[in-house]
């Protein structure tokens, strides 16, 4: 947003219309015309609201993984709590991502 109240951004070209949509959607919510920069908050707040609480889950395959190890670590030699799942054995080396 520059002092002039006009709000400029680099995009790729592909995302030109999907702004504008995103832009359109946002006066049309709010019934009334808003600066560009204003929508752009509206429309940021309205996906925080959304997705906030299911982000806040880890994804479903991480989920199941520490709830099967009872959130300890398996890598051998470690008995500390997992952080986060992640490959016993490196991919690069043969592992796999099956659970």
Do not use: N
Not at 83 to 89: E, G, L, M, S, T
């Amino acid at each position: 947003m520059c002092e002039r109240g006009e709000f400029r951004a680099r995009v790729p070209g592909r995302m030109v219309g999907l702004l504008g949509d995103l832009i359109g959607a946002a006066r049309a919510a709010a019934g009334r015309w808003m600066p560009a920069g204003e929508c752009l908050e509206l429309a940021a707040r309205h996906f925080i609201d959304t997705w906030k609480e299911p982000l806040k889950e880890r994804s479903t395959l991480q989920r199941r993984v520490l709830e099967r190890e009872r959130g300890l670590c398996q890598a051998p030699g470690c008995s500390r709590a997992a952080a986060h799942a992640h490959h016993i054995v490196y991919r690069s080396r043969g592992g796999s991502d099956r659970e």
